[in-house]
């Protein structure tokens, strides 16, 4: 089982461009939820996805959008990058409504906005 | 949502026992006490999860209290492996059954030889 998994690794962009980054969840899991984590923080809940449609959303602006597909891989959109942005960005995956929290955290991307 | 807070750092020597209190005042009833672990540039990994009294696993032991009000994390004889930062979070289910998962800044673990 390879766990969670998000592409790239790495992303240098600058302001305004916009940048997709994508994550496939651990095995038998539906749900997927995406996280941004500034240096030194904690990771901070941007939404989650679940049968095709975001279900939950955190505190972020309409800049950041997302996709599930049937195979229940994810995308992460952002548009009109700001310097701000730059963070580790993480996917984690559970199964539907389990009772508690846990979820599979992947590597995360590391976006660096100039 | 339950807020928590837990000490921002804590220092210990290697092969000593480490206990991390987090405190969560308006916990819910239905609410589940998670702990994750993280190591620089890694995502968070799952140690534990418990709802009430003693919760124990291969790697580490909770402790909750009867009013769950608080919690503590206990890893027995950490070795320099186990410097990481670690954070405490509270179950939140919506009414739709999902959850949203609020972490904190953590508890930053540093491990001297």
């Known amino acids: 089982d390879a766990g969670v998994t998000q592409s790239p690794t790495h992303l240098i962009k600058t302001r305004g461009q916009q940048v997709t980054l994508r994550c496939s969840p651990k095995s038998g899991h539906d749900t997927v939820s995406w996280y941004q984590q500034a240096l030194g923080q904690g990771p901070q809940f941007i939404f989650q996805?679940?049968?095709?449609?975001?279900?939950q959303r955190g505190n972020f602006p309409d800049r950041f959008s997302g996709h599930q597909f049937p195979n229940y891989s994810s995308e992460l959109n952002v548009n009109a990058l700001l310097l701000g942005d730059s963070a580790l960005y993480l996917c984690?995956?559970?199964?539907?409504?389990?009772?508690?929290?846990?979820?599979?955290f992947g590597p995360g991307t590391r976006l660096t906005v100039l | 949502l339950a807020k928590t807070t837990q000490p921002i750092s804590m220092d210990s020597y290697e092969g000593q026992e480490v206990n991390i209190t987090c405190s969560h005042n308006?916990?819910?009833?239905?609410?589940?006490i998670t702990w994750y672990q993280q190591f620089p540039s890694q995502g968070p990994r799952f140690i534990i999860q418990?709802?009430?009294t003693k919760v124990t696993n291969e790697v580490a032991s909770l402790f909750i209290p009867a009013d769950r009000k608080s919690s503590t994390l206990s890893l027995p004889r950490v070795s320099l492996s186990d410097t990481a930062v670690y954070y405490c979070l509270v179950g939140d289910i919506d009414s739709g059954g999902y959850q949203k998962v609020t972490f904190g800044i953590g508890t930053k673990l540093q491990v001297i030889p």
């Open positions: 308006n916990i819910a009833t239905n609410d589940y």
């Open positions: 418990g709802y009430k």
């Open positions: 996805y679940y049968e095709e449609e975001e279900r």
């Open positions: 984690a995956s559970s199964f539907g409504t389990f009772r508690g929290n846990e979820q599979f």
